[in-house]
């Protein structure tokens, strides 16, 4: 008995150190604003479950004071310290210790579309500190599955910070941006600012597209500047021209596509590929003017494609090739009957017109196409017409 009684008095003590605990610890989970339901700690499932060792992330990221701690106002997401959207936090955790492509969890999928959808509900203090947490942060995970966000909705103020973070990830930045530059002019001048720097002509070819991606007019100035700079000189410089190009037919003004007229209609320019890229994908772009060719039937508009069209009927050079060849890039189906009296014209099938036939082509133009299949054609030309026949409906 000598021994028992001091063994229960001690067992009671230990169950009333650990109720206090458990008291202490639910009453600082309630003034931290943190939720101990299962809810709080759904979102750390996977990384316990998935093989890896069972590092309680949720645990970790509350010491480092990554997890809500700020107060919390009727009706109003949880935040932490500087106002930073309670999701981020989450986000935080479901990516510490992880590589962006381990990260890629259907959890934080879920965690982007919710940021996302609350990018309305920010002010723009809110904004302001999660730009500045971004460019804080040394999570690369997060800052990378963050970007995903930002170029869905996301403008001013994220784009410096998104800008500064090029050189450690210029394939999501240069996307980021893109995206982003059809949104704001900030971001627009943040690429403009990268291809400064640049040198490297493949990378330089990439930004040149991204400028002209969302047909931004004042994104002209750099192209035409890159297009010019290229010209009568020698070596790598000559990438920028043929990039620039492409970018300015999405261009619509009249002095962007002045500019590609003039090139067309000039002699042939040796389009130039850098000596590490894949090169031209056909003879027909070695010409430059193929390019653009290529450019104004793919993003021209209705009038544009139209006066091309016409003006190359009736040439005997290689621009009226061009515009066979490319012409499948025409999005526009109120050319068919043009097309087809082209190629009736011409006594011969064109492969490359035949493929804008076949997007386009509805059961009501059966009896049109069928006058095709007296024509000058290959074997493969005209089994091919033949198939798009039979299956128009």
């Known amino acids: 008995m000598k021994i028992v009684g001091p063994l229960i008095v001690t067992l009671l003590v230990a169950v009333a150190a650990v109720v206090a605990w458990l008291v202490f610890r639910s009453d600082g989970l ?39 701690t700020g107060p919390r106002a009727p009706g109003v997401a949880k935040t932490y310290p500087g106002g930073v ?49 971004f460019r804080r942060s040394e999570n690369v995970a997060l800052k990378y599955h963050l970007m995903i966000a930002f170029r869905m909705k996301f403008g001013d103020p994220f784009v410096d910070p998104v ?39 493949l990378e330089r070819e990439v930004l040149l597209g991204r400028l002209a991606w969302v047909g931004n007019p004042k994104a002209e100035g750099t192209l035409l500047k890159a297009f010019e700079g290229g010209k009568n000189v020698e070596g790598l410089a000559r990438n920028d021209r043929r990039a620039a190009v492409a970018g300015l037919a999405r261009m619509q003004s009249d002095s962007a596509q002045a500019v590609l007229e003039a090139l067309i209609d000039g002699p042939f320019e040796e389009a130039y590929y850098t000596p590490t890229s894949k090169g031209p994908a056909g003879e027909e772009l070695k010409d430059l003017r193929a390019h653009a060719v290529m450019g104004v039937l793919a993003a021209g508009t209705k009038d544009r494609v139209r006066k091309l069209l016409d003006s190359s009927r009736n040439r005997k050079d290689e621009i009226r090739d061009y515009v066979d060849t490319f012409f499948a890039g025409v999005q526009d189906a109120s050319f068919l009957p043009d ?55």
Do not use: C
């Open 30 to 68: 309630e003034s931290r604003n943190l939720d101990p339901e299962p809810d709080d700690n759904e979102a750390f499932s996977e990384v316990i479950e998935d093989g890896r060792p069972q590092v309680d992330w949720a645990a970790v990221a509350r010491e480092a004071g990554m997890l809500a």
């Open 85 to 133: 959207p309670r999701v981020v936090s989450e986000m935080e955790a479901l990516t510490v210790g992880r590589t962006p492509d381990s990260a890629n969890t259907l959890a934080l999928k879920e965690k982007i579309l919710k940021l996302v959808a609350s990018i309305q509900q920010m002010s723009d203090k809110e904004k302001k500190d999660l730009a500045e947490y």
């Open 163 to 201: 800008a500064e973070y090029y050189d450690a990830e210029p394939i999501l930045v240069g996307d980021t941006l893109q995206y982003m530059a059809g949104r704001t002019h900030t971001a627009l001048r943040a690429l403009e600012g990268i291809l400064e720097r640049t040198v490297d002509p």
């Open 339 to 393: 097309i087809v009296e082209r190629m009736m014209t011409r006594g011969k099938i064109s492969t490359g017109l035949l493929g804008y036939i076949g997007q386009h082509a509805k059961l009501k133009d059966k009896a049109m196409l069928q006058g095709l299949m007296n024509l000058e054609a290959s074997d493969a030309q005209k089994t091919g017409l033949g198939w798009m026949i039979e299956r128009l409906h």
